[in-house]
């Protein structure tokens, strides 16, 4: 086969008009048209839960549209200026270039300040709706295999978008970014030996220097927004590898996706959902101040606002380090070991690196080496949920600390009450909502249960000719059958002795763990259940 | 200079060579205006102070005092177990502690809280001269430090290093120890406000005229009738209170109305 029996003469006309002579010339040099069939004709499956990751991607275009509006008026430097803008207020105060170049945006620039307030609540959103997305993945089981990889660059970039959000509320240099960054000045310092070296090397200096901002801003434009591009490519391009989960559903198989084709109903849904997330953070910036970086003035190591918190999603952080009792710090072999830091340093980090690998913790206790595309109703993988739910708690108690000044204070409390009850809660509260969870998820099972086998009571009394009474029951209808009896059923793994004939320890672990994972369990309706069932009266 | 050689010119000159009799007459005026104005001064808080401590309103004031306070504070305002002594708080801390309605107290507690004025302006006028002729402390402030025209920029700043930690950088009230707090300051009256700075009620610090001048309490003032006469440039404040008020807006609202509209985006047509 050569190339030139191939060619055409160019002189054919096409059908089409304007837009298929476009498309054709478009196509003869980019082979456009197979990436276009085979994207066009992707499936995606229908269920607002799937829309949550889209959200998180549409805020974070509306990030850099109004970021790189900010950049053309922000300044880093921390240079000292008197104050000369509009506000009333700051008149003469002195302050550093990065903080009056805000508060310009802020006031003198036309737009500045609904640019900021859409910078800041599209951050605000692009965390949160991750951090849903993310927990819509774990308890529907989307993590499993084939997309191991893909939830830990998922949740790589949750820790990224942290950075971004943590570096972006550093750069005004106002009160509250300053106090911000003295407490990781202080996290950093708490480290036995290299602390105080990483905190000279990170603030050129003394803190607070006349560096950081600099420093803070090339990450915050440069370099944390490239690799999150990048690892987004990755991400949905994974998304596309992988093809869509789907909820388990009447022909919704491993082998099958059921949902509209990307072009054209999906491309249209999709494409107006970014107007909606748009247009719902315009409103919240059009109507709600955030950070009124004007209330807090210039950044002074001497004072300290009430009520001085991180954005929500460092919360947890922050709350960790309000949770840790007093007087944990001594001084061994000439250093200072601050174990109020060290605690819920290791504590946060073993956390993370946990929700980070969890998909190959689960895949190695339960041995399940398929793939998956139907996800798991969360009820249908009890101790999942649980572990989920155990962890929510934990995360939601460290976050709430967070806040405990702002909870005693509206809720006429104590601090110490508010601090108390949440430590109870960061370490009982996991262990509760474990247990429950699991009890209400296998409650809910026997119930699927129930309903398959014996159908819906419908409230009606029936007397039969012989004198019985009976409550008819309604069949459940076979489209919602499916879904309640289509789940795998696992079995604890077996102790099985390697070629040796011995078993191992770490065998006898994850035995132990297996066990653990799915000793409660309610097994699925069979065909042959099914089939008796019905020849009841019910 | 040649050019600025004008008519105008000499008869200025000439109007302004002073006899020595001049000199003397402007001294003796400068004289009568600063001495009469200082005279008048003086009279108007003479005759201030009078009024105050007026045998009549003092004795009025006794009497109030016994029947609502002597209970806590014991009939010679010398203290009880369950209320301090109030010799020598002076008239700035009755005023601020009737004058908002947290005495008398409604009950015990970390902190007297805010009511509804429990007397009249003359009622209270009477038991701050009660207390106040009990013994010296610290007076009623001067209308000049209450006007909320000094300098705000200056008072931000202050209110910032001194204030802030515990009322927040906008006013907004935050959390003390075991159940007290700092009250937000939204539409408190200068007048107490600068009692409160002078007197220290409850847990706050006396911020003494060595530590802030009146001045600098004028200017104090000033930022906190800015904040109430300006509401926030972004649109709703969100109660100031920081970025916990943000988050949970983000969260219920803000994330609430995105997830109703993907599940309004997802449903399927009937």
Known sequence: ?538 | MPRTKKPTNGRARRTGRRSPVASVALIAIGLLFTGGAYAMVSTSTATAQTETASQQTISEGEKLFAANCATCHGLSADGTGTGPSLIGVGAASVDFQVGTGRMPMQANGPQAIVKPVQFTEEQTAALVAYVASLAPGPALPEAEYLDAEGDAAAGAELFRINCAMCHNVAGAGGALTEGKYAPALEGVSPEHIYEAMVTGPQNMPVFNDMNISPEDKRDIITYLKYLDNNPSPGGFALGSLGPVSEGLFLWIFGLGAIVALTVWIAAKSN
């Open chain 1, 1 to 538: 086969m050569s190339t030139a029996t191939n060619m055409k003469p160019a002189a054919t006309k096409k059908p089409g008009g304007l837009t298929g002579a476009a498309a054709n010339y478009i196509d003869e040099r980019t082979s456009a048209s197979t990436l276009v069939k085979e994207l066009g004709r992707k499936i995606f499956p229908d269920h607002w839960s799937f829309m949550l990751g889209e959200v998180a991607l549409y805020s974070f275009v509306i990030i850099l549209l109004s970021g790189s509006f900010l950049t053309f008026f922000f300044q880093a430097s921390m240079a000292e200026v008197h104050y000369d803008g509009s506000y009333v207020p700051l008149k003469g105060v002195e302050m550093s270039v990065a903080m009056a170049s805000s508060l310009d945006i802020s006031f003198d620039v036309r737009g500045g300040l609904l640019m900021r307030q859409v910078h800041h609540w599209a951050a605000l959103l692009f965390v949160a709706s991750i951090g849903l997305h993310m927990l819509r993945i774990y308890f529907t089981g989307a993590f499993r295999k084939p997309r191991e990889l893909n939830w830990v660059i998922g949740f790589v970039l949750f820790i990224l978008a942290m950075a971004e959000g943590f570096t972006g509320y550093s750069l005004p240099d106002d009160l509250l970014s300053g106090n911000g960054l003295r407490i990781i000045d202080g996290m950093v310092k708490g480290i036995p030996v290299v602390g105080t070296w990483i905190s000279f090397l990170l603030f050129g200096g003394e803190f607070p220097g006349t560096d950081i901002v600099g420093r803070l801003y090339s990450l915050h434009i440069l370099l944390l927004p490239a690799i999150i591009v990048a690892l987004i490519a990755i991400h949905l391009l994974f998304v596309v590898v992988h093809k869509h989960t789907q909820y388990p559903g009447a022909g919704h198989t491993n082998e099958r996706v059921v949902g509209y084709p990307v072009l054209p109903v999906y491309a249209a849904k999709a494409g107006g959902f970014f107007f909606i997330v748009f247009g719902v953070v315009m409103l919240m910036a059009s109507f709600f101040t955030i950070n009124p970086i004007w209330n807090y003035g210039p950044y002074d190591p001497s004072p300290v606002s009430a009520g001085t918190q991180p954005d929500w999603y460092i919360g947890f952080a922050d709350g960790a380090l309000r949770l840790v009792p007093p007087g944990l710090e001594w001084v061994w072999f000439g250093h200072t070991w601050s174990f109020n830091i060290l605690i819920p340093l290791t504590v946060i980090g073993i956390f993370i690196v946990t929700v980070l690998i969890y998909p190959f913790i689960e895949a190695w206790i339960t041995g399940d080496k398929r793939e998956h595309h139907v996800l798991d109703r969360p009820r249908n993988a009890p101790t999942r949920t649980a572990i989920g739910a155990a962890g929510v708690t934990f995360y939601a108690g460290l976050w709430a600390a967070a806040s405990s000044d702002i909870i005693a204070t509206h809720f006429k409390l104590t601090m110490e009450g508010v601090i108390h009850a949440l430590q109870v809660i960061v370490i009982l509260g996991p262990f509760i909502a474990f247990f429950i969870t699991k009890r209400v998820c296998l409650a809910l099972q026997k119930k699927d249960r129930e309903i398959v086998l014996h159908g819906y009571e419908s409230g009606r009394i029936v007397r039969l000719p012989g004198g019985e009474y009976i409550e008819v029951h309604q069949p459940v209808d076979e489209y919602e059958r499916w879904k309640l009896v289509s789940y795998a059923d696992y079995q604890p793994l077996e102790l099985t002795p390697n070629a040796q004939g011995k078993v191992s320890p770490l065998q006898r672990v994850r035995a132990g763990l297996s066990r653990w994972f799915f000793e409660d369990r309610i097994a699925p309706v069979g065909t042959k259940e099914l089939e008796e069932s019905h020849g009841d009266h019910h």
